[in-house]
């Protein structure tokens, strides 16, 4: 009973610091999106199987795009690897996978590879894994506009049926609101993830390095989340 007041429905990952992992161990970066790429792998097998039902995952944002190329490309070439070698384990565990972000500037094979993953996992209802990928909240917002605009145009609605809840429906996914916001490696900001979804959030944040946030580190993390009083504006 207890536990299912505490658990968040939907909780976010700022996966930080795989660059730093690797240079500390004399490593090359690409080194580090690996270690944090197998970590995902069993951080995801362990969250839903707590139960937790909607997870997001910041996986590049928007500005990661003003890293050197070879970087880039070598996460670009990473995405393409893991969403077609992880599809099976997707499957088997009965989790849906979506994206989110915009798919400009994307390489062909990158989105050919999302689409599949998406549409492999679709009809699965045992949890939501939502992958931020290009992906930067004021972008979120921005389309979100042009969208509606669009919409007030083709006749679909009118000015007075904008309100908040209509507007969460035109973000890049229809999801909850994220109760709860991991931050890896130390920095203390939101780097333009999930802005919407996130106002009232609660947020965490470690020194650990995300290779290194195994699921010893998450359940940390959760048991100051049971912790946290949540008012959203009341007194209670
Ligand atoms: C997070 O790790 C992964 C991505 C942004 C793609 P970083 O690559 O930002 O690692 P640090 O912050 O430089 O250590
Ligand atoms: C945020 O990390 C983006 C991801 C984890 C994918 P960054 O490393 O890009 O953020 P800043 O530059 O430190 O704010
Ligand atoms: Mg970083």
Same mark, same amino acid.
């Given at each position: 009973?207890?536990?299912?007041?505490?658990?968040?429905?939907?909780?976010?990952?700022?996966?930080?610091?795989?660059?730093?992992?690797?240079?500390?161990?004399?490593?090359?970066?690409?080194?580090?999106?690996?270690?944090?790429?197998?970590?995902?792998?069993?951080?995801?097998?362990?969250?839903?199987?707590?139960?937790?039902?909607?997870?997001?995952?910041?996986?590049?944002?928007?500005?990661?795009?003003?890293?050197?190329?070879?970087?880039?490309?070598?996460?670009?070439?990473?995405?393409?690897?893991?969403? %077609?070698?992880?599809?099976?384990?997707?499957?088997?565990?009965?989790?849906?996978?979506?994206?989110?972000?915009?798919?400009?500037?994307?390489?062909?094979?990158?989105?050919? %590879?999302?689409?599949?993953?998406?549409?492999?996992?679709?009809?699965?209802?045992?949890?939501?894994?939502?992958?931020?990928?290009?992906?930067?909240?004021?972008?979120?917002?921005?389309?979100?506009?042009?969208?509606?605009?669009?919409?007030?145009?083709?006749?679909?609605?009118?000015?007075?049926?904008?309100?908040?809840?209509?507007?969460?429906?035109?973000?890049?996914?229809?999801?909850?609101?994220?109760?709860?916001?991991?931050?890896?490696?130390?920095?203390?900001?939101?780097?333009?993830?999930?802005?919407?979804?996130?106002?009232?959030?609660?947020?965490?944040?470690?020194?650990?390095?995300?290779?290194?946030?195994?699921?010893?580190?998450?359940?940390?993390?959760?048991?100051?989340? %049971?912790?946290?009083?949540?008012?959203?504006?009341?007194?209670?």
């Amino acid at each position: 009973m207890e536990e299912e007041k505490i658990l968040p429905n939907h909780i976010g990952i700022i996966m930080d610091g795989n660059g730093r992992w690797a240079t500390r161990r004399g490593l090359k970066r690409s080194a580090g999106h690996k270690a944090g790429a197998d970590n995902l792998e069993k951080l995801l097998k362990h969250i839903f199987n707590l139960g937790i039902k909607y997870v997001s995952v910041y996986a590049f944002s928007t500005e990661n795009f003003n890293r050197d190329k070879e970087e880039v490309d070598y996460l670009m070439n990473l995405f393409v690897k893991y969403f %077609s070698s992880k599809n099976k384990i997707f499957v088997k565990e009965e989790l849906k996978v979506i994206f989110s972000g915009s798919k400009e500037r994307l390489r062909d094979d990158v989105k050919e %590879s999302m689409a599949k993953l998406e549409e492999n996992t679709k009809n699965f209802k045992r949890g939501v894994f939502n992958i931020c990928l290009n992906y930067g909240g004021r972008l979120e917002i921005v389309d979100a506009i042009k969208k509606i605009n669009r919409d007030i145009q083709d006749n679909k609605i009118k000015i007075e049926d904008i309100n908040e809840s209509l507007v969460s429906t035109y973000m890049y996914q229809n999801l909850p609101d994220l109760d709860f916001v991991i931050r890896t490696s130390g920095e203390i900001r939101v780097s333009n993830f999930m802005l919407w979804q996130g106002s009232y959030a609660e947020y965490y944040f470690t020194d650990c390095l995300f290779p290194d946030f195994d699921e010893k580190e998450f359940d940390k993390a959760l048991l100051e989340y %049971s912790k946290r009083n949540r008012r959203f504006g009341g007194t209670k």
